[in-house]
């Protein structure tokens, strides 16, 4: 038979993958945008040309958003109108377009508001304690913020904003965090120019992602829909992305003290916390109402278990351009899928379906993704294997994936079998040698760098809420563009992958990993890293909340049958292989694919109940949260709710052992 992992790999291009960058980059296409549909029928187009099967569109209306009039004018103690504007440089074409749109917030409220601006550093709750605690009245003011250093979710400054009574929200890039500061900027260098403007969502979509007026179920026709005032996501603040060029007036009229030092960033000016100079008017009018949004997928069905789905994902829409975020993930999909076409077109049929998914309004809020795992619930919770997310493809070479433990080992085969375009090695011997960061996932063999997976893209929906194995990835690099018109076509060219070669590279260990999980014998899901991770994970909480000795014994000695019994197995899931009769590989391998849902609480996490894993949770900030329900609770101090949390576990893991229990009784029933 035809290795046909290597088949694809030699099959994939880097012409190809330029040109499709250049298709999807070429003009701005936003959600729900004309351009955007079109990009839809042309994945459409592609994709049955291609041979995938079953190639259809999916389409939701959903609550998008989008500016008519922004107006931020400083009008004390001297006039100066702010531009919201991004500079043009006629070295790069598209920075001179004019049809790219106001630059804004999604979801922003509407209003008009004349106001005293205070400086909140990073607009986290500690910074608005400290101002509160230095007598800087925060009732009714204008808050400006950086974006970054400590970073958080943007729209958790919104919400933190909007609890603190604050009036409206300012959100700008300094030079310290993504410009000048960090190295040379564009179109010289990767990083920001002074006059680039981070746009983006602001919903609250740590409490649940999608359609903010169909939360946990899909935004199909007739579907019941909440109002916007009845929904929990939709912001009521005003909030206002802006460039360092338009903050830097403000921040030199600025009164009051001198801010802490950690709180400078690189702008010429002496940061302060401000108070009632300068005042600030803010007019702005959105239209936040109802739009179509299409979602394409295709597959190649499985010849054994096509009830079974690796699914690999990525999204089409873009805040303008795209170049980076997403289009060159969208490239290395539309090259995916078209090597898997001509493998198809060679013999190449998986056991288990492959289906491919190019998401629409990612961007709102992780909408197309939500709304499609929604709609499919109930045989995604039964069949997905697992989920694999590509947003950006390259923007360096430093290889990063953010993953679950099941997953590690068919991530560790892949990389040893893909070359590093810049050094000759293995990725998997370059990354290796790479930093050992905190926190990430040790495997069974002892190396590694996953980190463990949180919130931020599309794979939210089928690790939080179906609870199926996912990972995120991409090449790293400087990027200092991010959401700004600069992400385009010149900077991947010019300094996120100048070559295509790593997003050539990434396409081959995403096309490695989903042929490992769509057509191993035994699905290669690694419960023994799972169960060492686990430990981990609650030795961790232990150190940090200090229980009773006995309190987690019975939980500990449960992963520790979890370990033994995955540790039984996984020679034959990787390797051995067994002589087993179809219906009894049939058996293992449903058994395998259902594990990650053992650890789905079906009423939810406290509070925001529509995220159900309770391992791999997120942070309001979309910091990676383990253990979520645990942890809360003990942060709480909620020592029910500990107890609680600890039953759940309990319960998730033995359900774990016992189905780990049976693989194995029928692994050894082997050849009888
Ligand atoms: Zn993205």
Not at 481 to 490: E, G, M
């Amino acid at each position: 038979m035809l290795d046909y992992a290597k088949f694809i790999a030699q099959s994939i291009s880097t012409e190809r993958l330029d040109r499709y960058l250049r298709h999807f980059t070429a003009e701005p296409h936003v959600a729900s945008s004309p351009r955007n549909n079109e990009l839809a029928q042309f994945v459409y187009d592609e994709w049955t040309s291609f041979g995938l099967e079953d190639v259809r569109k999916a389409e939701y209306d959903v609550l998008l958003s989008f500016p008519e009039r922004i107006v931020v004018e400083v009008v004390a103690p001297e006039k100066v109108k702010l531009t919201i504007k991004e500079d043009s440089y006629p070295q790069d074409p598209d920075t001179m377009r004019i049809d790219v749109g106001l630059p804004y917030n999604a979801y922003s409220a509407s209003g008009e508001v004349t106001a005293p601006v205070v400086y909140a550093n990073s607009g986290n709750p500690q910074d608005f304690d400290f101002l509160e605690k230095n007598g800087v009245d925060l009732k009714g003011k204008i808050a400006l913020v950086r974006y970054s250093e400590p970073y958080s979710y943007r729209g958790f400054k919104a919400q933190t904003a909007q609890l603190r009574g604050l009036a409206a929200l300012l959100i700008y890039s300094d030079p310290k965090d993504d410009g000048s500061a960090r190295g040379p900027v564009f179109p010289d260098g990767p990083w920001g120019p002074i006059s680039h403007i981070q746009r983006g969502g602001i919903p609250f979509d740590f409490i649940y992602p999608g359609d903010p007026l169909t939360p946990g179920w899909a935004s199909i026709p007739g579907a019941k829909r909440l109002s916007p005032e009845e929904s929990r996501t939709v912001p009521t603040i005003i909030s206002i992305p802006i460039s360092a060029r338009d903050a830097l007036p403000i921040l030199r009229m600025m009164s009051g003290p001198q801010a802490p030092k950690e709180w400078a960033g690189a702008l010429p000016v002496t940061y302060r916390l401000g108070g009632d100079s300068p005042r600030v008017h803010i007019d702005i009018k959105m239209d936040n109402s109802p739009r179509k949004i299409i979602n394409v997928i295709g597959c190649i069905r499985g010849g054994e278990n096509p009830e079974q789905a690796v699914l690999v994902g990525n999204h089409r829409d873009a805040w303008i351009f795209g170049g980076l975020d997403p289009s060159s993930g969208t490239a290395c999909l539309m090259e995916l899928a078209r090597a898997f076409g001509e493998a198809k077109k060679a013999g190449f049929r998986p056991r288990r379906s492959i289906y491919f998914a190019n998401w629409d309004a990612e961007e709102f809020t992780l909408t197309g993704s939500t709304e499609w795992g929604e709609e499919n619930r109930d045989w995604l919770e039964k069949g997905l294997v697992a989920y694999l997310n590509v947003d950006s493809s390259a923007a360096g070479q430093e290889f990063n994936v953010s993953a679950v433990p099941s997953l590690s080992r068919v991530i560790l085969a892949a990389l040893r079998d893909v070359t590093d375009p810049a050094s000759g090695k293995t990725v998997y011997d370059r990354w290796k040698a790479g930093p050992k960061k905190k926190g990430t996932i040790a495997t069974a063999s002892g190396s590694g760098q996953i980190n463990p997976i949180g919130s931020g893209s599309d794979h939210t929906v089928f690790l939080n809420h179906i609870c199926a194995p996912a990972l995120d990835m991409s090449f790293s690099g400087d990027y200092g563009v991010y959401h700004s018109i600069y992400d385009d076509y010149y900077w991947m060219t010019h300094f996120g992958d100048p070559r295509m070669r790593y997003t050539k590279a990434l396409d081959e260990i995403w096309a490695r990993i989903a042929i490992g999980l769509a057509s191993s014998p035994f699905v290669p899901l690694d419960y023994e890293t799972y169960a060492v991770e686990l430990k981990i994970y609650l030795d961790e909480w232990a150190k940090r909340f200090n229980p009773s000795q006995k309190r987690l014994s019975k939980l500990t000695g449960l992963v520790e049958e979890m370990r033994k019994a995955a540790a039984g197995i996984n020679p034959v899931l990787f390797g051995a292989g067994a002589e087993l009769t179809a219906e009894k590989r049939r058996d293992a391998n449903r058994l395998l694919v259902e594990i990650e849902r053992d650890f789905a609480l079906p009423e939810g996490i406290p509070n925001r109940n529509w995220f159900k894993h309770i391992v791999f949770g997120t942070r309001s900030t979309y910091a990676a949260l383990l253990l979520p329900e645990l942890t809360e609770a003990a942060e709480a101090g909620n020592e029910h709710g500990v107890t609680v949390a600890i039953t759940h576990l309990e319960e998730a893991v033995s359900k774990v052992v016992s189905k780990l229990r049976t693989i194995t009784g029928l692994l050894t029933q082997a050849g009888t």
